[in-house]
């Protein structure tokens, strides 16, 4: 490591060569000799074959890997890249509802449960394969007595409640792209996606309840749809059964459209490229990108990620606790789970309603096998306290999973003690909305796993580390995560335009996808991802890694949760600024914060230590639980806490105010 150097202009961290990575973690946990046993990659010796394989010949490892999908038509050829536009298995037809449901109707699958679904009251709804198929024709059906073709995009605003899933693969059923917009999202942000994917029919809900309460639904729609011009048809779900306006003409309820249609619907057979859905990622700037994936590459990479990673058994109770509105809940509530024949347990509300118990209390009664959540809800359940754990029965659970954000090694820890009992594998799972799927994650009964680390790449999956000239770095140095081949469940374009898509992805490294995170690698080749690369701080000529200083706060026994950004220096480039919520229970003191500085001297060297701690009750995120550091850079900068940006993602605008007020 090179001394530090003090600089005097700011630097840009984003456009330096490399980034430094400080933080060495020795733990390593390996797979039980039972585990790896039942598992079907039992050894990493069987891993590396298999990927050394995917990578030597990818139009045979995947030609052979989609004979798993059930085709109408035969592909001619398995992929046709053209950068950065790539089409996957060219000439075949397919349709998603039928590798989801029909072809599981013929055997004993048929009677097992699809979708175990609890809403937040606490009422349960159970739909076999048999009944969740007839729910989807009679929607499906309804779409088309409304108008809707293949090809025309249908707009699904919805809580979490099985109709959800019904309406995605209706929509997968008839060729019809859905694009899904979280149900907690604005009338403003629903309009402007309604309007670029120029959707002519939303499906929505009177409500749905949320932190013990009925939230309206169909009035965001109502509000929403005064500057939506192409919309005809709104199908309304009763969930709360809360008043509504409905306007004679245009808006329907579903329960009784779905009395004047057939409980038929034949699946039609669609391109294997045919537009499954477009899903939006608000990103930090700019206008929401529209993600377009296509039918039979994403299916497979769905179908073989839960497979393979989470190792499903027919057996299983499965629960993901994403949001359908994000591609956690497209990927692994519904595609990946329904095409292996799974049952996918799906939750109406907050973890914390009516006490913040609510999830073990689902595993225990649901008797839930894999566990699937992100990193910013087990920091939330370490905040709360381990008491609320130890009346429940998490015996069940044989594997945890974790996504969103760089897993912080002592939450990990905590993941790994407390939820699974020091018995069950933690799959932490890199992957994006763009990809699909997931891109780096462990074999859970082969790969020994280090807290902190995505581990290594998925089979066909060729990623790698490298500087700005696409050159891969050394070993422990940090550098741009990037995928240096098309891979079948990767986006195609950005709906309506294909240049952002070249742009964004394709035009950073030459010949390689890049969707702008940091990572390094270690001896073992084992990838840490150190956050955005937007994020990284430059402190004396040192760059940063967010995730790593975090990390290392977080590690103290009195730290629930941290984020780490840069504030301009005139002396070092940037100085660090870490805004901490404790523990329930610890007190802010001018003793604790020199406690921190001292800890993270020491996890990580004095060049990390933050200039700055701001303690705080709450960080702001993004309704998918991001934590938003363009905001606390803004904050961190401004002498009075004045903020400019766009807020329109952030969860709780209250959070800013007390941000601005933040004892520091
Ligand atoms: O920065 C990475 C982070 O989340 C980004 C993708 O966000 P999104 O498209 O919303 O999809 C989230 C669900 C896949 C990535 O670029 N990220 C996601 N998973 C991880 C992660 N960072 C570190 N480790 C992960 N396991």
């Not at 779900?237 to 809360?242: A, E, H, I, P, S």
């Not at 805004?579 to 996890?603: I, M, P």
């Amino acid at each position: 490591m090179s001394t530090p150097q003090a600089s005097t202009k700011p630097v840009s961290a984003a456009s330096a060569p490399n980034i430094d990575s400080m933080l060495k973690e020795k733990r390593i946990f390996k797979p039980s000799a039972a585990f790896a046993k039942a598992s079907r990659i039992g050894s990493m010796k069987k891993y590396k074959k298999l990927h050394r394989a995917s990578l030597k010949n990818p139009d045979k490892f995947w030609g052979k890997a989609a004979e798993e999908l059930t085709w109408a038509k035969p592909w001619k050829k398995v992929c046709v890249w053209k950068p950065p536009f790539a089409e996957w298995f060219v000439g075949g037809k397919i349709n998603a509802s039928v590798n989801c449901l029909d072809r599981h109707l013929t055997g004993p699958l048929r009677n097992k449960a699809a979708l175990i679904w609890e809403g937040e009251p606490g009422e349960v709804v159970t739909l076999t394969y048999q009944q969740l198929h007839r729910e989807v024709c009679l929607m499906a059906n309804v779409l088309k007595k409304h108008g809707v073709e293949a090809g025309d995009r249908v707009v699904v605003y919805l809580p979490m409640i099985p109709e959800a899933v019904i309406a995605m693969l209706a929509c997968a059923r008839i060729g019809a792209p859905h694009s899904v917009v979280f149900s907690g999202y604005s009338a403003e942000a629903l309009k402007e996606r309604v309007n670029d994917c120029g959707a002519k029919i939303i499906i929505t809900s009177d409500g749905g309840f949320r932190r013990g309460s009925a939230l309206g639904i169909k009035r965001n729609v109502d509000e929403a749809l005064l500057g939506t011009p192409k919309v005809k048809s709104v199908l309304v779900v009763q969930r709360t059964k809360q008043e509504v306006i409905m306007h004679p003409g245009r808006d329907f309820w579903l329960h009784e459209e779905t009395q004047l249609v057939s409980s038929k619907c034949p699946a039609q057979p669609f391109d294997s490229e045919h537009p499954l859905f477009i899903l939006y990622t608000s990103g930090s700037t700019g206008k929401p990108k529209g993600i377009l994936h296509t039918t039979a590459g994403y299916l497979l990479g769905c179908h073989l990620t839960t497979k393979y990673l989470f190792d499903l058994k027919p057996e299983d109770v499965y629960f993901c606790t994403a949001d359908v509105g994000w591609i956690t809940g497209h990927s692994y509530v519904a595609y990946g789970v329904l095409s292996n024949g799974g049952t996918s347990l799906l939750y109406e509300g907050v973890p914390n309603h009516p006490e913040p118990d609510r999830f073990w209390r689902l595993i225990d009664k649901h008797k839930v096998n894999i566990f699937y959540t992100a990193p910013t809800a087990i920091r939330s359940f370490i905040k709360w306290g381990d008491e609320w754990l130890a009346p429940h029965d998490l015996s069940s659970l044989r594997l945890l999973g974790s996504v969103g954000e760089p897993i912080n090694p002592e939450a990990w820890m905590w993941y790994h003690d407390k939820v699974g009992n020091k018995r069950c594998p933690i799959v932490d799972t890199w992957w994006q909305t763009e990809t699909g799927c997931h891109m780096i994650a462990p074999f859970p009964g082969a790969t020994p796993l280090k807290p902190g680390s995505a581990t290594l790449p998925f089979f066909g999956i060729d990623a790698a580390v490298v500087d700005d000239d696409g050159n891969e770095v050394p070993v422990n140095q940090g550098g741009k995560l990037v995928i240096r081949r098309p891979w079948p469940s990767m986006l195609r374009t950005i709906y309506g335009d294909a240049a952002r898509y070249r742009k964004t992805y394709w035009s950073e490294i030459k010949g390689c996808y890049f969707a702008g995170d940091g990572a390094r690698r270690d001896k073992d080749g084992y990838f840490w991802i150190v956050g955005r690369i937007d994020d990284v701080l430059n402190v004396a000529g040192h760059r940063l890694g967010t995730s790593e200083v975090e990390s290392a706060i977080v590690s103290h026994p009195d730290v629930a949760e941290a984020a780490v950004v840069g504030r301009p220096d005139e002396l070092k480039g940037q100085a660090v600024v870490a805004f901490v919520t404790l523990k329930n229970g610890v007190l802010h003191s001018k003793a604790l914060k020199d406690a921190l500085r001292a800890h993270v001297g020491k996890e990580i060297g004095p060049i990390a230590k933050p200039d700055d701690i701001r303690f705080t009750d709450m960080l702001p995120k993004t309704r998918s639980g991001k934590i938003m550091r363009r905001l606390l850079k803004e904050v961190a900068a401004s002498p009075n806490g004045e903020i400019k940006g766009d807020t329109t993602t952030l969860e709780d605008l209250g959070i800013l105010a007390k941000l601005q007020k933040s004892e520091d």
